[in-house]
């Protein structure tokens, strides 16, 4: 399977954006799916995960309440709302596959069996 995030793009603090992680070669209904982020100069970090159907759902304290993740396996697609934005968002988003268990808990995208290209986000203040 290949995955592709879209949707980043420069937003002002405060702003929104909704990142796809869309799925082509595969049924991503397969997998759950974690959303990591990576900083410049910094490690990747783990931001969240939705298990396969969508019932489970985990964020990181850094983005709960304003990042939520979802997923229409209908469209082979998942997605990162994220909202009220800080310039502590800015980074480029990638999405992988796993099974839940290795998606949750996770730091850096150990365990993680495929990857998307990733998609900047820019978040000014």
């Known amino acids: 399977v290949q995955l592709q995030a879209s949707g980043g793009g420069l937003v002002q603090a405060g702003g929104s954006l909704r990142l796809s992680c869309a799925a082509s070669?595969?049924?991503?209904?397969?997998?759950?799916v974690g959303w990591f982020r990576q900083a410049p100069g910094m490690e990747r970090n783990f931001v969240g995960a939705i298990n396969r159907s969508g019932g489970k759902i985990y964020n990181e304290d850094s983005v709960k309440g304003r990042f939520t993740i979802s997923r229409d396996n209908a469209r082979n697609t998942v997605y990162l709302q994220m909202n009220s934005l800080k310039s502590d968002d800015t980074a480029v988003y990638y999405c992988?596959?796993?099974?839940?268990?290795?998606?949750?808990?996770?730091?850096?995208?150990?365990?993680?069996?495929?990857w998307g290209k990733g998609t900047q986000v820019t978040v000014s203040s």
């Open positions: 070669g595969g049924t991503i209904s397969r997998w759950a």
């Open positions: 992988a596959t796993a099974a839940w268990y290795r998606c949750v808990p996770n730091t850096v995208g150990v365990g993680m069996d495929y």
